[in-house]
């Protein structure tokens, strides 16, 4: 038996190495999408019968159900059936302290993100599956089971919506009537709203009692003051797909944690937008404030956030 050829004319040794690391990623996409929809109806059904659910509060409207902890832990599972060595970061585990160790593949999830809406009968949350590799996060999954809407994204494959319920008007379009599907969904690729000015459109914005609220007021008056309207809706992962779908100009909130944007915030670069740098200072584990638009509108949304955060500051000189 002769010994395999390890440096064989032609041989693409570093292309072996990129197609590995897409092969790899692929897999991880097409898994986050397909536990984002399964996790999504599972939470459903509990949504359905929330009014049985045994409810928890952490802290200053902060809330947990016994759906929050069950969802996590079966997205925990699907992961750790096909992935055993990637880690794990949730919102709940993260609660509990439980904190993944080092490695190059993190997935982090946010098992209900608004959730106080879900225990309140509104239909403002979903599940978000982010994945991190090497420090970035390159997958984003968002799946709004009220809506059956997946928006999901990777790295360099663009950002798109999957739409069960689009699929039937949708067919009608195709000469065979077809639709492009996941699931029997309509597949609509994202663009984020093409917008330069805060008049053109509703901002989504994010509140927490975990900062001073001068700061959250006073770009609420800025906002205002240069024409600007907004909306909040209790999830800002969805708010995040939702700019990444031009449906909303931006997003803002003062401090929100990884589990609620990272999903978003691939979303919103792979439908052409901006993001803050939410990962410095130790985002992934504190939290940051999260401030996205598109290209166009980021800037001028960076301007008035910074502003209002030093009017935080000269307000505190004055009460010094």
Known sequence: MTAPDRQRPGHDAAGDIVRDALDALDARYRLAQAVAREAGLRALGMFRARDTLVVEYKGVQDVVSVADREIERLVRERVAADFPGDAFLGEESAAAGRFPKASRVVWVVDPIDGTACFLHGMHAWCVSIAVMIDGEPVIGAVYDPNADELFHAAQGRGAFVVNAKAAVSCASSHPDGQTDALDGG???????????????????????????????????????????????????????????????????????????????????????????????????????????????????????VRASWRHEVDAGEDTA
């Not at 917008?195 to 053109?200: D, I, K, N």
């Not at 770009?219 to 909040?232: E, I, N, P, Q, T």
């Open 186 to 304: 309509a597949t609509t690729p994202l663009r984020v709203a093409d917008v330069t000015a805060p008049t053109q459109g509703v901002l989504g914005l994010g509140v927490s009692h975990r900062v001073d609220r001068a700061a959250f007021l006073a770009f609420v008056d800025a906002w205002l003051a240069r024409g600007g309207m907004f909306v909040r809706i209790g999830s800002g992962a969805l708010m995040m797909a939702y700019v990444a779908a031009g449906r909303l100009i931006g997003y803002y909130e003062p401090h929100i944690h990884a589990w609620d944007c990272l999903a978003g915030i691939v979303l919103v670069t792979e439908a052409g937008g901006r993001a803050n740098d939410f990962l410095a200072d130790g985002g992934l584990q504190r939290g940051n404030p999260i401030l996205s638009a598109g290209p166009a509108l980021f800037d001028t949304l960076d301007t008035v």
